[in-house]
């Protein structure tokens, strides 16, 4: 871990982020910091009239002027009051604003961060953006009103002492350096620290998540004391961690607030002794007393708020990183709408490789005529997902192109084409909302009839219809309150609904029965009808559907044709097809 | 504040019975939380006295123009601060020793409970919510206890203390000002009611964001398939808007009452300097009493208007306890035996189902009345329409859940006599829904004997046919396979999870469709591999796939929840009953040569 300062080019521009969302907020803002002056001022004129009270009507012995004089005290503050209710409000709107506003931000441009972004960043990582990060941040507006107050409290306050008393005054004074540059100190003392158990926190919720993601397994193994035992370390390092972070905090806090009592000391000292040598009157020195009373909140709020400034900018930055990576695949300025056509798909010499990785596709070279189905045959990782996820723009190809329709995929707007592709992935993700809303999560305007075709089609309707509420019924997390088949099959339906025009079913019936599988093979007869579909799938049945068949292999095409063609000829094509010769599959 | 507080917040209830049962939990902490208590005790004390030597300074020195009692009262204030920054940072750093060793043990005590919970647990709730238990409701804990603790004593104590230095230093003027405590305490409960309406408000809501914003990041791939990014944004728009809206509630509450106990304050400061300010020069209260009376005016309120600020953080920890302890309450609904059973060794493996009834809702049965043997070292296909149950019996033999009929028996013993130990060192599970943990293949492989070495993982590999793959990853064993295996394709994951099945080394194992992603070939290969591994060992095998029915020693077809058919595999080829039809479309579907529209097999 690197230590940040506020020097550091990207603190630097987490302050920017900072003062950016103020200034959208200015108006709340300027509110919340012309009632955190008001309040300043009140809050100096208290003891100034005070003061006055104590000169001028009791040791100058004016009883008439107790009343009035007691009165303006009430008056002020009352002002002082309404200084407090506009300046908390305000500060707040601003801070909330600001928090809710990024948020905001940052969940739009997660959503439109690609696939590779998301292969390559933890769940974990971007929770603690929008969430911890911004806690962190909007600290900051929360404070900065009555830190703008208080900095203005310090001129005027010492101005006043200074008035008062020189000397004493100086003295008082004191404290105010004193106090800053402890704050800063302080701030580089306990900074990395402080991160360092901020870091272990964020890994407890890392652990736990994979603890419970991952629990039938670590039932299924009966490693539940060894899950245990890694929150046991993690505990152990908050535990350190923190151990070391109060050891130096306990060292400085109580400091913070003994300057301003130190300062007190002296005021009695110096002052008591000016008062007796008569170079100060009473009324002076109670006035100094009240005054260094007045500053010891202030001075420690902003003490606190240069501490935690860093942190602060630290966190935004981390925010702004997020917010600056841009998508990697986003609209080219000329990108159209979908051309005309039935949707033929063409791959010219795709390459195609993951960042961290050896090239998976190297010279991929394929037509799709339009209407046509093709079946995409390869071994357990020779890329066949990785080519389907071409088309979609998912990933954008290393080398070469992916044609829709004659035309290069980057040319077309993003919405466009993923409109008009749709895909279901090999692992059916559903979202913890109703059977209805899962299978028209991509066409939200669906009515009811549609919603129900679709799922006929993708043979679900029947054990939708069977569940305790039908369509409404909720499903767990991720669907796991299904069978396999059945979440395949909502999978399967919500493509339909879509209406394609080049529909991808990636290994979409695996966890299908076959007699199931058969139905919905006879349904998808009619749903491909039309449209051009891409299917990966292991089981001849599946490929049967398909009028051609690609053979997948060391990141080329080792063969297309139909599969009759390919298994007579293609002796590659038998060996991942598992066949040696017929009539042998029956042997044990 | 990771995953803040999550899910429904109802009003804690007993909130005395929570702190007590939270007390009993540190029985032991006691002796460092006293050190902490008087270390507190003492700084305060500490504090309180500066406005006494003050007075002396004023009343003594000042006044009477004696320069050695000014010097002398400023040299005991001193002397009072060193004190009290000794014992401040001692408090400071007790009160945090205290909380933390508690909060760690708490984690690691909760954490312990959670794995011990059921599957049945896990399905009904969200992963978010567990996270937040052991997240953001351990440090709502931290945070009161770091910064309320001890503000709730010293405020209290300095109330206490300033209470008692008004009355010493003037009784009727003390009297006068404890007049505006109903005032004050009237503010403070109409605050309360706000505040805690609005707060409950703010943690619901924050829940809500953070669900709406987990699954936004999870499900982040199938939105953009299907282009829903600005209904998403919309849907999450309109969560943080609420949650904004509630902090602002919370806000409006705040800014209300904070003025209001100023305002107070003020009040206060005016009746002193009236009255007081009469009595001075009435010759009966002295110059000094006064300033001490008005210095002490301005503590008296700041551990009030202290008091209110730790409120919400102490109903936030009252909050975290009770979801904590309600976590902890929770019986797990598959326990081990009083007095568990090993399994008597060598294990053979021998697994009966006898009238096993189960449903995920007890009133729903989705195994019905099932009747199986599997003989020990036999391997047995379980084949069946989607939704037939064959997940479910698979989960209840491993006992995932425990039948509400009937018993599962392995070698004679029900398993719920049997110890977890020894059932799950000889008995494996390959879950249908693949998981692996963000680590290294190593990791993962070797999960269920982390003792295993380097040669014995790389034998597991070579037997599974997978060794060379491992090899022409950038870092062999050492690959991150991330967050749920997502660097690996879909046969990758099955692949690394049947690893780690067979590094288990078990004498039972069940396939829940641990292959179905993989191509013909390399299942072939795995078929082949399960033969070594699996010589003399039980196998259930779950799998859409009539070779895998074929390579049985039996197959067990299941419908609705029930065994409708079981014999081996030319028996009910022979049977013509279900599975003479399931082959019939199998045959159709699986023949190479038929070209998919053919019958059986044949050139
Ligand atoms: N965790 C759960 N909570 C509630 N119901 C469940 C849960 N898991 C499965 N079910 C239901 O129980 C029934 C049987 O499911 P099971 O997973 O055993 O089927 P399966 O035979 O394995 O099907 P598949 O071949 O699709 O995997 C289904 O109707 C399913 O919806
Ligand atoms: N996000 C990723 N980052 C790095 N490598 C990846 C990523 N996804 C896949 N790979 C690698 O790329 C190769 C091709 O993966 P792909 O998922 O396309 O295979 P596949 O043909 O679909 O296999 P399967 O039949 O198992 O689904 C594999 O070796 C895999 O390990
Ligand atoms: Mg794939
Ligand atoms: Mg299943």
């Known amino acids: 871990m690197t230590t940040r300062r506020l020097g550091d080019a990207s603190v630097r521009r987490g302050l920017r982020l900072i003062f950016r969302m103020l200034f959208r907020y200015r108006r709340e803002a300027v509110a919340s910091v012309l009632f955190a002056l008001g309040w300043m001022v009140m809050t100096v004129a208290g003891p100034f009239l005070q003061k006055v009270v104590i000169d001028r009507a009791i040791v100058g012995e004016r009883r008439d002027l107790l009343a009035p004089l007691v009165g303006a005290v009430l008056a002020v503050g009352a002002g002082r009051a309404l200084g407090i209710a506009g300046r908390r409000y305000f500060a707040f709107r601003v801070s909330y604003r600001a928090e809710t506003d990024l948020r905001n931000r940052i969940f739009e441009h997660i959503q439109r961060l690609t696939f590779s972004y998301h292969d390559r960043t933890a769940t974990g990582e971007l929770m603690a953006r929008a969430s911890s990060d911004l806690s962190q941040v909007r600290l900051i507006y929360a404070m900065l009103p009555i830190t703008v107050a208080n900095v203005v409290m310090f001129g005027v306050v010492g101005g006043l002492l200074v008035a008062l008393d020189p000397v004493l005054g100086a003295v008082a004074l004191a404290a105010i350096p004193a106090l800053l540059g402890l704050a800063v100190v302080y701030a580089r003392v306990v900074l990395e620290t402080s991160f360092e158990v901020q870091e272990r926190l964020a890994d407890m919720a890392t652990v736990v998540q994979e603890g419970v993601g991952g629990i039938r397994v670590t039932k299924a193994f009966g490693r539940e004391m060894a899950e245990v035992a890694r929150v046991e370390a993690v505990a152990d390092g908050i535990f350190a961690k923190t151990m070391q972070l109060i050891g130096k905090r306990a060292a400085y806090v109580p400091v913070f607030e003994l300057i301003p009592s130190a300062a007190a000391v002296a005021v009695l000292w110096i002052g008591g002794l000016r008062v007796i040598g008569g170079a100060m009157t009473l009324g002076d020195f109670v006035a100094f007393s009240q005054y260094m009373v007045i500053l010891v909140f202030p001075l420690r709020i902003t003490g606190f708020f240069f501490a935690e400034l860093p942190r602060a900018a630290a966190a935004a930055s981390r925010v702004v990183e997020l917010l600056r990576t841009a998508p990697d695949i986003v609209d080219a300025p000329d990108a159209g709408p979908m051309p005309p056509g039935n949707g033929e798909v063409r791959f010219c010499h795709v390459g195609f490789s993951y960042p961290d990785g050896p090239p998976v596709l190297e010279d991929v070279d394929l037509r799709i005529p339009a209407g046509s189905a093709v079946a995409v045959v390869g071994s357990t990782g020779s890329g066949k997902t990785t080519l389907a996820y071409l088309v979609p723009r998912f990933y954008d190809p290393s080398r070469g192109q992916v044609l829709i329709d004659g035309v290069d995929v980057r040319r077309i707007r993003l919405d466009d084409l993923r409109s008009a592709v749709a895909v279901v992935f090999e692992e059916p993700f559903l979202f913890s909302a109703t059977i209805r809303d899962n299978i028209a999560f991509g066409a939200p305007d669906a009515g009811d009839d549609q919603v129900r075709l679709a799922a006929r089609l993708a043979q679900a309707h029947d054990f939708i219809v069977e569940l305790p509420d039908g369509y409404d019924t909720v499903v767990g997390e991720r669907g796991l309150s299904l069978s396999g088949g059945q979440r395949q099959r909502i999978a399967l339906a919500r493509a339909m609904i879509r209406d394609p025009r080049v529909l991808i079913l990636d290994d979409a019936t695996s966890s299908v029965d076959a007699v199931t599988e058969a139905e919905i093979r006879d349904a998808l007869r009619t749903v491909m009808a039309g449209r051009t579909t891409i299917i990966i799938a292991h089981r001849v049945s599946t490929l049967a559907l398909a009028e051609k068949v690609v053979l997948i292999d060391e990141g080329r095409v080792l063969a297309t044709g139909t599969h009759r063609e390919l298994l007579a000829s293609v002796p590659r094509y038998r060996e991942v097809l598992a066949e040696v010769s017929p009539g042998e599959e029956v042997a044990p | ?603």
Request: net charge neutral; hydrophobic share 45%; aromatic share 8%.
């Open chain 2, 1 to 603: 504040m990771m995953y803040a507080r999550y899910g429904a917040d109802d009003r804690v209830e007993r909130p005395l019975r929570l702190i007590r049962r939270a007390v009993a939990l540190g029985r032991d902490l006691r002796w460092p939380a006293t050190g902490a208590l008087v270390a507190a005790v003492v700084a305060t004390v500490a504090r309180l006295a500066g406005p006494l030597v003050v007075r002396t300074g004023v009343d003594e020195g000042i006044r009477v123009a004696d320069p050695g009692v000014v010097t002398r009262a400023s040299i005991l204030y001193l002397a009072l601060l060193v004190v009290q920054y000794g014992t401040s940072r001692a408090a400071m750093y007790a009160v945090t020793l205290v909380g933390e060793r508690y909060l760690r043990r708490l984690r690691v005590v909760v954490y312990r409970h959670l794995m011990g919970l059921d599957l049945g647990f896990f399905g009904r709730t969200k992963s978010g919510v567990l996270v937040s238990r052991m997240t953001s409701d351990m440090e709502a804990l931290t945070t009161f206890a770091d910064e309320g603790a001890i503000s709730v004593l010293t405020s209290v104590l300095t109330v206490l203390g300033v209470g008692v230095g008004l009355f010493v230093t003037d009784p009727g003027l003390a009297w006068l000002v404890m007049a505006l405590l109903p005032l004050l305490v009237a503010a403070s409960l109409v605050f309360r009611r706000y505040a805690d309406r609005a707060y409950r408000q703010v943690r619901e809501q924050i829940g809500l964001v953070l669900g709406a914003l987990q699954e936004g990041i999870s499900g982040v791939r199938v939105v953009q398939a299907y282009t829903q990014e600005p209904g998403q944004q919309e849907r999450f728009g309109r969560v943080n808007e609420r949650y904004y809206e509630a902090n602002l509630q919370a806000a409006r509450a705040i800014s209300t009452y904070f003025p209001a106990v100023d305002l107070l304050r003020t009040v206060g400061t005016a009746i002193v300097l009236f009255v007081g300010g009469g009595r001075v020069l009435d010759g009966t209260l002295t110059f000094g009493s006064l300033i001490a009376f008005l210095l002490y005016l301005n503590w008296f309120f700041e551990p009030i208007v202290q008091l209110s600020n730790v409120y919400n953080l102490a109903q936030g920890a009252l909050a975290a306890l009770s979801k904590l302890f309600g976590l902890l309450d929770r019986t797990p609904a598959v326990v081990e035996a009083a007095d568990p059973r090993p399994l008597p060794e060598p294990v053979r493996g021998e697994l009966v189902f006898d009238g096993v009834t189960f449903g995920y809702d007890p009133d729903v049965p989705v195994v019905r009345g099932l009747d199986l043997r599997v003989a020990p070292g036999s391997r047995v296909a379980v084949v069946g329409e989607t939704g037939a149950g064959k997940s479910t019996l698979a989960k209840l033999a491993v006992r995932f859940y425990d039948p509400q009929e009937g018993r599962v028996l392995l070698d004679g013993i029900d398993l719920r006599d049997i110890g977890f130990v020894s059932l799950r060192r000889h008995v494996a599970l390959v879950p249908q829904e693949g998981f692996l943990f963000d680590g290294s293949l190593r990791y993962n492989i070797a999960y269920a004997r982390p003792e295993m070495s380097d040669e014995e993982v790389w034998e597991v590999c070579r037997t599974l046919g997978i060794d060379d793959w491992v090899r022409s990853l950038p870092e062999r064993l050492d690959t991150d396979v991330r967050e749920r295996g997502g660097r690996l394709s879909s046969g990758e994951r099955q692949l690394v999870s049947l690893a780690r099945a067979l590094a288990a080394d078990p004498a039972l194992i069940v396939l829940d469709e641990a292959t179905s992603n993989l191509d013909p070939e390399s299942e072939a290969q795995v078929e082949r591999a399960l033969g070594v591994l699996l010589e003399g060992r039980t196998a259930i095998v779950i799998a859409h796939r009539l070779r895998t029915a074929e390579r049985a020693d039996r197959v067990v077809v299941m419908d609705a929840g029930r065994v409708v058919e079981d014999g081996t595999f030319a028996e009910l080829v022979a049977a013509g009953g279900a599975f003479t039809h399931l082959r019939s479309v199998w045959e159709q579907a699986e023949s190479v040569w038929g070209d998919g529209g053919g019958g059986s097999s044949g050139r």
